[in-house]
Nanobody, 114 residues
Framework: QVQLVESGGGLVQPGGSLRLSCTAS????????MAWYREASGKQRELVAT???????SSADSVKGRFTIARDNAKNAVYLQMSSLKPEDAGVYYC????????WGQGTQIAVSS
């Protein structure tokens, strides 16, 4: 299994933007669905966005129009461009292959506050 490392988190003001990166230890080209999840304090981990190897994209209603997922199979990377951030977007963001038993990375923390 590939190991995933997320980066790009930090503190941002409401309305601001961040770009998260996820780098895989091996090839992701054979993984049909790559995804970003998030876990807010005291809440269950939720699916934020998915990107398929054939170009399909989806996102949760809560982030639709604000977050964009992208994948670069040549670089074994997945990205999450986040804009118009809200306090409720805060949490730990994880990248993961949507496969049974796939590993979780350590995540990257997002804080949204003025």
């Amino acid at each position: 299994q590939v190991q995933l490392v997320e980066s790009g988190g930090g503190l941002v003001q409401p309305g601001g933007s961040l770009r998260l990166s996820c780098t895989a230890s091996g090839s992701i080209s054979g993984i049909f669905v790559m995804a970003w999840y998030r876990e807010a304090s005291g809440k269950q981990r939720e699916l934020v966005a998915t990107a398929t190897s054939d170009g399909g994209r989806s996102s949760a209603d809560s982030v639709k129009g604000r977050f964009t997922i992208a994948r670069d199979n040549a670089k074994n990377a997945v990205y999450l461009q986040m804009s118009s951030l809200k306090p409720e977007d805060a949490g730990v963001y994880y990248c993961r292959a949507r496969l049974p038993g796939a590993n979780w990375g350590q995540g990257t923390q997002i804080a949204v506050s003025s």
